[in-house]
């Protein structure tokens, strides 16, 4: 079995989130410092921190399609920063998004294309 | 921009399902013959044939993750099957479900666990 | 303002659930008295009574699209054979099912689809 | 089988969105260019199209419910405007969302009426 | 079986809303006052009513779960004030929240948790 | 912060579940023993342990009321015999499923009244 500890999941939190993890691990934090430690050593931790198991483009993907699913689209946003920045291509995440049309309808995945766009621009202009 | 012909859905269909293509066509035919051009024309012509843009594993993970969260059984054991048939393995599908405890909970984690059990009970009986 | 008694609810209960109406009572009885109350008087005494406002087929319509989008298919079953009683054809019912594969995708709807071919079913029975 | 062109969809989506057609249009393809023809051509050319077999207010309502029971508030405010342009009233609009209150509660009711008081505030205004 | 009357749900509302009843109310009534005389009479007088067969804290907990497994944040921030009206400290609300992460994932949890700290904030502010 | 262990997880699991515990986590190890040990420590160590800050029969409730909201029928049932052995009464149980009609609507909560009848009538017999 895997071993866990709290520094692996800040590691790889870190790793995958690249220049947005310190204003990510922030705005958990003030929130609630219980959920900044819940939100990062359980997830990156136990599942991400797994990639020889399962890659973590993929598990961006997968993250992806469950975030539009839900329509929790702040989660959404921070994670398409993720998702890049574990190479994943602009091309890969809009046929991602694309492809849900056939699994959630067309209303969330506008939505979704929205918050992308919003990505898109961001980058753009920074 | 791709082209799509009804000939092409079906085609990348059957490549995905397999064996199991035949009866999940008859399946839908049975319930209503415009269902069954709809739900293969569409989603196989229209997404997964674009398999060069984002490969059919990446495709399976992103279509396993929304089922989960949607809780649609029935579909997530037939894609479980495609899943495999694309190739991906056991210990990435078991990691994909389990990576989504962080996102949907532990129900639905479950109730997909039980799912691919009877998958892989029913691999090993025939 | 409309006004609204017990007795509506009921009567507008029965009027829509035809030979249904005494067994779905009775399900919900068995399950709990204040359950039967509520279900029967507050939605059939305060919206389903109003068909002066809304006629009972686009209610039906309404009903049947948020069970599929909610995918509560034992009361999609009930509702089916509800929308049959006043008026809707199975042409009508199948064409809204299908055009929900736009808003909800393709899971659900097929999921909807297994139930129509149920009450069919059970219709060319008896 | 009903016959199904491009510019079919593109013909009808035009005249059950009237006057926010071309926004809504340019909205999607501003997003992606791929999303604005799936997202006109599939919908409308493959199930608004037929309203011989379920007629267009009848459809603007079940799309209604599905997008409240969703909570997704772009497209509901969206349908609104169409509902309204293919001859719903307010109040037949006001009777579905208080409706729902049986089928999904009372928060996303709320919700909902919050986007149709918009609706009603910018047709006063102009 | 328990009485209800019109005058016995607005009471029960203004004691568990307190100084937030009287805009609450009047926000449901700018919407529609078919919706505010349903949404105070309804689950104040049918439901909250009943504090003598479960409590008030309880039933507040309760309502904070669904409306964060929802997602229909609105609401959940005028629940948290009720929450906080009829007994329930901070420590008992973020422990509600936390435990979600079982049950709906992280991060339907964070945006719960976001909506607390607007509570805070405000509390805080005046 | 509160500390945590693998064995305060699983005997916090085993106060709280009682005589189902066993088969509860058997069924768990079966469909792998990877979710077996996430399904026992994580919730029960990091969130139901701490019952000084959030007392175990509101945190039962607060369970039954996303799991019904969710429509996860499996987990409510379970939960169901937990929330009777940390104390909550039928009556209650049955009060907190009513109160949910004003916030999922009723066929979630005729759902979910299935469930507890089934509960109901295994204890009945034995």
Redesign the interface.
Known sequence: ?AEKTEKTGKAVFESIFGDKAAQTEAM?Y??????A???ID??FG???A?SD??DL???E????????????W??LKIHLYAALNVGCTF??I???I??????????????A??V??EVRDEMNEG
């Open positions: 079995m958990l003030a929130l609630s410092p219980e959920l430690r819940l939100g359980f997830p136990e599942f991400y797994h198991l399962l483009k993929s598990r993907l997968i993250t992806l399609s469950t975030l539009i699913t839900q329509g929790t702040p989660q091309v890969e809009e046929q991602a694309l492809q849900l049309i056939v699994y959630v309808g067309m209303p969330k995945v506008i939505n294309m929205t992308l766009k």
